[in-house]
């Protein structure tokens, strides 16, 4: 398993804990729900973190998946957390992640298989 397997399998992960953490919630409760933003938050710097470690080869060959848009929350997150907008984090936990999985699961079966 190379590298870029390694991480790909990290970020896959990442983007499935964030969706437990807020499977049955809703923006309301989600909003109201410190524990779970935090949750949430560290798992996007992770996800931030593992795309840092993707190798350039499969960055320049995969430039579907949004690397820049996941460092630049993960930057947001960590430097300047207290700007963080809930609104805008939900609607990347409802739509942004679901579509992450989607595009990154494919990769990793198809390294698997070769």
């Known amino acids: 398993m190379s590298n870029d397997d390694e991480v790909l399998i ?4 990442a983007a499935r804990l964030i969706l437990e953490f807020t499977k049955d919630m809703d923006f309301r409760s989600f909003s109201e729900d410190v524990k779970t933003q935090s949750s949430v938050l560290y798992q996007i710097v992770i996800l931030g973190e593992a795309v840092n470690r ?3 080869n499969f960055i320049n060959h995969y430039p579907q998946i949004p690397i820049a848009k996941i460092r630049g929350m993960r930057n947001r997150v960590v430097h300047e ?19 992450l999985i989607h595009q990154i699961e494919p990769l990793i079966q198809r390294n698997e298989s070769e």
């Open 10 to 13: 990290d970020i896959v992960q």
């Open 54 to 56: 993707l190798s350039s």
């Open 81 to 99: 957390y207290q700007e963080v907008d809930i609104g805008i984090l939900w609607e990347a936990i409802q739509t942004n992640i679901p579509n």
